[in-house]
């Protein structure tokens, strides 16, 4: 049986520091973005309420999401080595209570630009959907050889696009991702004993 071998990055390792910077940085960035769109453009922010209905719509989506990843991450070999590539980059130099962050921060920014602003600034609709999923993939790219990643992270998108415009609340997609990216840290984290 031959050894897979382990893709090495290609950027440096990051510390714990440098990753929960990038973290706050990116989201920082992300939410500027939303916010100039905002102002600038020609539509409002995409509703969201808090109903309980709709947040547990959220954890639903959620467990879904995180089973579907783990099927994938088991029968696709190439989403599963780019996958360990980009976990060990991103959660590696994390503590167990930088978890909360990993959950909270992409979230947040990333659901209030992808689904929050680009959806109806895109129209709403299919196309809306399709190309927020898109540029979500490409913000998950770290290296030249992560497109499986970007491609699953296009996928989870759709996910969350669709499950945007179905419920009507950009609740349903914040919860959502918050807990996929909650539960499989906690998983990765237990499976690699970090």
């Known amino acids: 049986m031959v050894e897979q071998q382990k893709q090495e990055p290609e950027i440096p390792y990051l510390t714990r520091t440098q990753v929960l910077v990038a973290m706050g940085v990116t989201a920082t960035l992300l939410w500027i973005v939303a916010k100039l769109w905002l102002r600038f453009g020609n539509f409002l922010l995409f509703e969201w309420h808090w109903y309980p209905r ?6 639903g989506v959620g467990v879904m999401i995180t089973i579907l990843s783990g099927l994938t991450y088991r029968f696709y070999p190439a989403y599963r080595k780019s996958a ?11 503590a ?11 979230g947040l920014s990333e659901e209030l630009l992808f689904r929050g602003v680009m959806l109806p600034a895109l129209g709403l ?29 296009t996928i ?17 997609p914040i919860v ?8 499989s840290s906690c998983l990765w984290k237990l499976k690699n004993n970090h």
């Open 96 to 106: 167990w209570p930088d978890l909360i962050w990993l959950g909270l921060l992409p």
């Open 125 to 153: 609709d299919h196309f809306a959907v399709i190309g927020s999923s898109v540029c979500f993939g490409i913000l998950h790219l770290s290296g030249s050889q992560q497109w499986p990643y970007v491609i699953w992270a």
């Open 176 to 183: 959502a991702h918050m807990m996929t990216n909650w539960v």
């Open 156 to 172: 989870i998108g759709l996910i969350l696009g669709y499950s945007a415009l179905w419920s009507g609340n950009l609740l349903v």
């Open 84 to 94: 360990d590539y980009y976990l060990e980059l991103v959660l590696k130099p994390l």
């Open 54 to 59: 709709d947040f547990a719509l959220g954890l």
